[in-house]
């Protein structure tokens, strides 16, 4: 029994993921760079031209208050495509860098003991490790993970790429849990949280003590 953080080579499936992450990534951020270059363009370009035309045709007043809109307007334009892009951008640094190391961070557990608590409404199972003699690891409930449903597992790796759900990529033989524990025992309980170590053993989950 053992949970264990560390980095592995990445495989070519999870690489030519990658890849394809990125794709979308950048063209999202190709939209957002047209949408600055527009907003810029209007700001120097168009709102000027329009400017002098409604100055001329209705007077410096009508043409100061078009030059003050549109600029007003375009400016808000480009500050949102920017924002945008600079998040897309962020976004994608870590993916590089995952892919210019080759090498990918994964959390490793393997047990032989497991217990399942039934989920609550709008929620997923948990599946309840025990990984030291008096340790235990939390996977599922509250949040989303690709192949959730291939646990409960006796050696399993959780891949955690910036951008997506952690994936699940067993690597053993099924488990049979110790007991599963009814949604409504448990539903009082904040004992756990996911993806987190406690310590304890499974063995303490049969009273499934309270808050109170």
């Given amino acids: 029994m053992s949970l264990k953080d560390y980095q592995r080579v990445l495989e070519p499936e ?4 990658l890849l394809i992450t990125l794709y979308g990534l950048e063209r999202v951020q190709r939209g957002f760079l047209i949408t600055l270059c527009a907003a810029a363009g209007c700001a120097v370009l168009l709102v000027p031209a329009i400017t002098v035309w409604v100055w001329n045709a209705g ?3 009508l043409g100061l ?6 600029e007003a307007i375009a400016g808000m334009i480009f500050r949102k495509a920017l924002q945008n892009y600079q998040r897309e951008r962020n976004r994608t640094r870590p993916l590089l860098a995952i892919l210019e190391s080759g090498r990918i961070e994964v959390v490793r ?3 032989e003991k497991v217990v399942i608590l039934d989920p609550l409404p709008g929620r997923k199972p948990a599946y309840v490790f025990q990984v030291e003699e008096d340790e235990i690891f939390c996977v599922g409930d509250d949040r989303d993970y690709e192949g959730l449903s291939q646990l409960p597992n006796s050696d399993f790796e959780i891949v ?3 951008t997506q759900a952690p994936k699940i990529r067993c690597l053993g033989q099924k488990l049979e849990p110790l007991r599963r ?3 409504d025992l448990h539903k009082d309980w904040s004992g756990f949280s996911d993806g987190d170590v406690h310590e304890g053993r499974l063995s303490e989950i049969e009273g499934v003590p309270s808050r109170s």
């Fill in 181 to 183: 524990v009814p949604a």
């Fill in 109 to 111: 557990c393997t047990s």
């Fill in 59 to 61: 007077g410096a007043a």
């Fill in 160 to 162: 955690r790429i910036p």
């Fill in 14 to 17: 999870e690489r030519k993921l």
């Fill in 65 to 70: 208050l078009v030059l003050l809109a549109g």
